[in-house]
């Protein structure tokens, strides 16, 4: 029997999206069904297709993906309460674009204004990658005051930007910032014992100073949307702390494009306060594979399909 007080729910972003996910969910479940057709009534077009359909390039540009990754942990999260009407998780957290549905899973934020959100999210920071490309980068195998170290070096050395964007686990973090800058990263990080380096394929330099003129106009639409204080302790990226009050929840979004995501750390902020049980809930089993790397000895589920929660339900009763 799961302990919902020793319980976080967490939240996936940006790279879980697979072309017909959250379908199964909808075709077995009311309340999914309802939650991907009120989004296509809210956004003017069939964001449920693109979920479901792709093709796979589309779903993979970015004013589409970060809404599709809301809508559908969203979706599942809503038929966990339906089928377990006690489960309120006493920590949430999600990672990046994740964050977003873990501020609605929370209570803090409604689900038609989160949509609004990472819609325009999704628009600007495709909208900055165009304007002023950048590139970002997988270094596995150092931990994060070598990366950081890599990154001041080149910064200084090219004086062109390249940031720490994601510290995911022990031994995997992720740079972002000028192309050039992050290719001479990439070289300098496999020089000093990396055991991998690769460059991803996007052209948004997330959680970097490159996403600055997509943060100022996402915070105006930020500073116009009502928030509540959570439900549960919910972690923040940026302060890898628990946001207490909608004035925490305001900065953390205000710089969440620009910093870096302090995963690791939020994660060890959760264990270090008794979580047992992690449960991702959305697409893909990234978070569950991160938090393997983390705390291996802690419970992990993702409930991405409708098997995977009848699993989860099987081990919860």
């Given at each position: 029997?799961?302990?919902?007080?020793?319980?976080?729910?967490?939240f996936?972003g940006?790279?879980?999206?697979?072309?017909?996910m959250?379908k199964?969910?909808?075709?077995?479940?009311q309340?999914?069904?309802?939650?991907?057709?009120?989004?296509?009534?809210?956004l003017?077009f069939?964001?449920?297709?693109?979920?479901w359909?792709?093709?796979?390039?589309r779903?993979?540009?970015t004013?589409?993906?970060?809404?599709?990754l809301?809508?559908?942990?969203?979706?599942?999260?809503?038929?966990?309460?339906?089928?377990?009407p006690e489960?309120?998780?006493?920590?949430?957290?999600?990672?990046?674009?994740?964050?977003?549905s873990?501020?609605t899973?929370?209570?803090?934020l409604?689900?038609?204004?989160?949509?609004?959100l990472?819609?325009?999210?999704g628009?600007?920071?495709?909208?900055?990658?165009?304007?002023?490309?950048?590139?970002?980068?997988?270094?596995?195998?150092?931990?994060?005051?070598?990366?950081e170290?890599?990154?001041?070096?080149?910064?200084?050395?090219?004086q062109k930007?390249v940031?720490?964007?994601n510290?995911?686990?022990?031994?995997?973090?992720?740079?972002?910032?000028?192309?050039?800058?992050?290719?001479?990263?990439?070289?300098?990080?496999?020089?000093?014992?990396?055991?991998?380096?690769?460059?991803?394929?996007?052209?948004?330099?997330?959680?970097?100073?490159?996403?600055?003129?997509?943060?100022a106009?996402l915070?105006?639409?930020?500073?116009?949307?009502?928030?509540?204080?959570?439900?549960?302790?919910?972690?923040?990226?940026?302060?890898a702390?628990?946001?207490?009050?909608?004035?925490?929840i305001?900065?953390?979004?205000?710089?969440?494009?620009?910093?870096?995501?302090?995963?690791?750390?939020?994660?060890g902020?959760?264990?270090?306060?008794?979580?047992?049980?992690?449960?991702?809930?959305?697409?893909?089993?990234?978070?569950?594979?991160?938090?393997?790397?983390?705390?291996?000895k802690?419970?992990?589920f993702?409930?991405?399909t409708?098997?995977?929660?009848?699993?989860?339900l099987?081990?919860?009763?």
């Amino acid at each position: 029997m799961i302990d919902w007080r020793r319980t976080a729910a967490i939240f996936p972003g940006q790279g879980s999206q697979i072309s017909g996910m959250g379908k199964d969910f909808a075709d077995e479940y009311q309340i999914a069904r309802e939650t991907f057709a009120q989004a296509d009534e809210l956004l003017g077009f069939s964001l449920s297709n693109i979920c479901w359909e792709g093709p796979e390039d589309r779903l993979n540009q970015t004013i589409h993906t970060q809404p599709a990754l809301y809508v559908c942990s969203l979706a599942i999260w809503r038929v966990l309460q339906e089928l377990v009407p006690e489960c309120q998780p006493n920590w949430m957290a999600g990672h990046s674009l994740g964050e977003f549905s873990a501020l609605t899973a929370a209570g803090a934020l409604s689900f038609e204004d989160g949509l609004t959100l990472v819609r325009r999210r999704g628009e600007l920071m495709q909208k900055a990658g165009e304007e002023n490309p950048g590139a970002m980068a997988a270094l596995l195998g150092l931990d994060v005051e070598t990366v950081e170290t890599l990154c001041a070096t080149v910064s200084q050395e090219t004086q062109k930007t390249v940031v720490l964007a994601n510290d995911n686990c022990p031994g995997q973090a992720v740079i972002s910032g000028d192309d050039a800058a992050v290719d001479r990263t990439v070289a300098l990080a496999t020089e000093s014992g990396a055991r991998r380096a690769v460059k991803l394929a996007v052209s948004v330099a997330a959680h970097s100073p490159l996403m600055t003129s997509a943060s100022a106009d996402l915070n105006r639409a930020i500073a116009a949307t009502d928030f509540e204080l959570p439900k549960a302790q919910l972690l923040g990226n940026v302060s890898a702390d628990a946001l207490d009050s909608v004035d925490d929840i305001r900065k953390e979004l205000n710089q969440q494009l620009t910093q870096a995501v302090r995963w690791t750390e939020s994660m060890g902020t959760i264990v270090a306060g008794g979580a047992e049980t992690f449960v991702e809930v959305g697409a893909g089993t990234v978070l569950n594979g991160l938090m393997r790397r983390i705390d291996r000895k802690r419970i992990r589920f993702s409930i991405n399909t409708v098997g995977a929660m009848e699993k989860f339900l099987a081990s919860y009763t």
